[in-house]
């Protein structure tokens, strides 16, 4: 059981916009620790999304955004391509872990 | 940026294995560096980071087993495994961290079974 909770899975059609949430508590996202998201292909490595909630690092296209409210994260794809179909994870620090880093159960993205 | 772990394999339950990762293309010493693992077929688990002046961190499932050590002279982060269980049985990645706490770049991992 993963601190902070993804939905197992979610799908969409190539062009649609789906989201992914990551729920955590007060201790980890509602503390203010920042949330960061991962995609991971079949047999790669994670590569660096989104950091501190919103922000793209370079080489990351704008049709992925996160945003933050309350004890909850959400990592938003729009535009939906094929080459997206991955497993996506968020990570965050929790406190009440003697401030060690979380993540999530991971969420796995199916292009329809 | 590179980062290019080693050392992964099979191991009995008990044993013991040194894991590491050489790093190249940016300045080693200025970052904090992190051991993930991931189980085959499940999700990612941090296991371990090492500060840039040395003070070390663990999850809870390896305290008291692992080690994890750096060499600034060299550019290499290491993971020393004892006692190694089964359930330690993952890829093993090195994450450069971030000043934000992210891992903005990850090895290719290296492998680690342990079973008789």
């Known amino acids: 059981q993963s601190v902070l909770t993804q939905p197992p899975s979610v799908s969409g059609a190539p062009g649609q916009r789906v989201t992914i949430s990551c729920t955590g508590s007060s201790s980890n996202i509602g503390a203010g620790y920042d949330v960061h998201w991962y995609q991971q292909l079949p047999g790669t490595a994670p590569k660096l999304l989104i950091h501190a909630y919103s922000n793209r690092p370079s080489g990351v296209p704008d049709r992925f955004s996160g945003s933050k409210s309350g004890t909850s994260a959400s990592l938003a794809i729009t535009g939906l391509q094929a080459e997206d179909e991955a497993i996506y994870y968020c990570?965050?620090?929790?406190?009440?872990?003697?401030?060690?880093?979380?993540f999530g159960g991971g969420t796995r993205l199916t292009v329809l | 940026v590179q980062l290019v772990e080693s050392g992964g394999g099979l191991v009995q339950p008990g044993g013991s294995l040194r894991l590491s990762c050489a790093a190249s293309g940016f300045t080693f010493s200025d970052h904090y560096m992190d051991w993930v693992r991931q189980a085959p077929g499940k999700g990612l688990e941090w296991v371990s980071v090492i500060y840039s002046g040395g003070s070390t961190y663990y999850a809870d499932s390896v305290k008291g087993r692992f080690a994890i050590s750096r060499d600034n002279s060299k550019n290499t982060l290491n993971l020393q495994m004892n006692s190694l269980r089964v359930e330690d049985t993952a890829v093993y990645y090195c994450?450069?961290?971030?000043?934000?706490?992210?891992?903005?770049?990850w090895g290719q991992g290296t492998l680690v079974t342990v079973s008789s």
């Open positions: 990570q965050s620090y929790d406190s009440s872990l003697n401030a060690s880093v979380v």
């Open positions: 994450a450069r961290e971030a000043m934000d706490g992210s891992y903005d770049y």
